[in-house]
T-cell receptor, first 116, second 113 residues
C-alpha cells in the first residue's frame, strides 16, 4: 500500500537558518504530494503541493520538488523564522482501497522549533 | 477560501455516552474524512466517504460509526464513549481526485471522563 516516511524530529534551528525536512514515499501510480503545517491546537493547513514529477510547489518561502526517480518530496526554506515553529506533515493522495475514491496518507509529522 | 467547520473545539463527555461530532464543508467536495490524532501515532483514518450515503472504513473504525445524509455534512458517532477515545479529532474534505489536497477543520479536542 501507499506510505510516507519523513524524518523524525524534533528539529531545532536558530532564526535565519536553512531548513530541510526529508520526505520519501511509496505509492503505486502517480500520486499527488503535499506538505501540511499544523500550529498548536489547530487543524492542518495545506502549505504546498505538487501533482506530477519535477513539479515544484512553493508557498511562504517554503519549497519542495516532486522527484519521481528518488520518490522524494523534501521540504526546504532558506531562512526560517520563529513563526515557522510548528509540526510539518508530508502526505500523498492516491486511490483508496478497492479504488473507491481518493485517500490521503500522512507521514508521522516533524516538529520544528525555531529559536530567536 | 475553503471552509471546513467542526461543531466544537472542545468537548468533555462521560464514559458510555453517545457522542456526535459534526463536520460541514462549503466547497461541494465529494470526499470527506475523519481522522484522530494522538501523540506519537500521527493521523489515523477512522472513516471516509466519497459520496452521499457512502462510507468506507479506514484504519481504526472500531467503536465509531459515521453518517453522510447530505453532501456537505459528515458526522462521526461514538456509540458508547470510552476513555481510550480521548483524542483530537480532525475532519477533512477534498474533491474526488484529491489532486488539490484535503482541507481540514480546526479540530475537536474530545475528553472522555
Amino acid at each position: 500500500g501507499n506510505s510516507v516516511t519523513q524524518m523524525e524530529g524534533p528539529v531545532t534551528l536558530s532564526e535565519e537558518a536553512f531548513l530541510t525536512i526529508n520526505c520519501t514515499y511509496t505509492a503505486t501510480g502517480y500520486p499527488s504530494l503535499f506538505w501540511y503545517v499544523q500550529y498548536p491546537g489547530e487543524g492542518l493547513q495545506l502549505l504546498l503541493k505538487a501533482t506530477k514529477a519535477d513539479d515544484k510547489g512553493s508557498n511562504k518561502g517554503f519549497e519542495a520538488t516532486y522527484r519521481k526517480e528518488t520518490t522524494s518530496f523534501h521540504l526546504e526554506k532558506g531562512s526560517v523564522q520563529v513563526s515557522d515553529s510548528a509540526v510539518y506533515f508530508c502526505a500523498l493522495s492516491g486511490p483508496a482501497r478497492d479504488n473507491y475514491g481518493q485517500n490521503f496518507v500522512f507521514g508521522p509529522g516533524t516538529r520544528l522549533s525555531v529559536l530567536p | 477560501d475553503v471552509k471546513v467547520t467542526q461543531s466544537s473545539r472542545y468537548l468533555v463527555k462521560r464514559t458510555g455516552e453517545k457522542v456526535f461530532l459534526e463536520c460541514v464543508q462549503d466547497m461541494d467536495h465529494e470526499n470527506m474524512f475523519w481522522y484522530r490524532q494522538d501523540p506519537g501515532l500521527g493521523l489515523r483514518l477512522i472513516y471516509f466517504s466519497y459520496d452521499v450515503k457512502m462510507k468506507e472504513k479506514g484504519d481504526i473504525p472500531e467503536g465509531y460509526s459515521v453518517s453522510r445524509e447530505k453532501k456537505e455534512r459528515f458526522s462521526l458517532i461514538l456509540e458508547s464513549a470510552s476513555t481510550n477515545q480521548t483524542s483530537m479529532y480532525l475532519c477533512a474534505s477534498s474533491f474526488m481526485t484529491g489532486v488539490v489536497g484535503a482541507f481540514f477543520g480546526q479540530g475537536t479536542r474530545l475528553t472522555v471522563v
